[in-house]
């Protein structure tokens, strides 16, 4: 497993907690469900680097924004509530009531993950020692 996917893999494990929590620990408000819908625009994005460690993040930015894009337009249908009625964890996953406040925030949410994902990369690529500064197995028979 490459880093990337270890790093992603361990940040998907503490936003699912995290929302878990949020859900189930705080009251109801407009601020709990900022906060879920946030948490869930990172763990698409999340998920989406532990699938694919090596595409492009601006790719798998713009794949996690319009999942959970269209995720949310669906549920203008009523759909998904009525999913949710017969089987309730799909809840988790599709949600059940549109809110257009959410398209805001899971655009902003993905936004976010894409930024630190870039910074550590970044910070990643300066630490690894380039070809030019490891040594030659020539050097190292020696």
């Given at each position: 497993m490459t880093r990337r996917r270890l790093a992603a893999l361990g940040a998907l494990a503490i936003?699912?907690?995290a929302g878990l929590g949020t859900r189930r620990l705080l009251p109801s408000s407009a601020a709990t469900?900022?906060?879920?819908?946030?948490l869930y625009a990172v763990a698409a994005y999340a998920g989406l680097v532990v699938l694919f460690p090596r595409v492009r993040p601006?790719?798998?930015?713009?794949?996690?924004?319009?999942w959970c894009v269209t995720v949310e337009l669906f549920q203008a249908t009523g759909i998904p509530l009525a999913l949710a009625g017969s089987f309730p964890p799909i809840a988790l996953v599709l949600g059940t009531g549109?809110?257009?406040?959410?398209?805001?925030v899971?655009?902003?949410?993905?936004?976010?993950?894409w930024g630190i994902d870039q910074a550590v990369r970044r910070r990643a690529v300066r630490r690894t020692p380039s070809c030019r500064d490891r040594p030659s197995r020539a050097t190292m028979a020696e």
């Amino acid at each position: 497993m490459t880093r990337r996917r270890l790093a992603a893999l361990g940040a998907l494990a503490i936003v699912i907690a995290a929302g878990l929590g949020t859900r189930r620990l705080l009251p109801s408000s407009a601020a709990t469900d900022i906060a879920g819908d946030a948490l869930y625009a990172v763990a698409a994005y999340a998920g989406l680097v532990v699938l694919f460690p090596r595409v492009r993040p601006l790719f798998l930015g713009a794949i996690a924004a319009g999942w959970c894009v269209t995720v949310e337009l669906f549920q203008a249908t009523g759909i998904p509530l009525a999913l949710a009625g017969s089987f309730p964890p799909i809840a988790l996953v599709l949600g059940t009531g549109f809110d257009a406040r959410d398209l805001v925030v899971y655009v902003v949410a993905v936004a976010a993950a894409w930024g630190i994902d870039q910074a550590v990369r970044r910070r990643a690529v300066r630490r690894t020692p380039s070809c030019r500064d490891r040594p030659s197995r020539a050097t190292m028979a020696e």
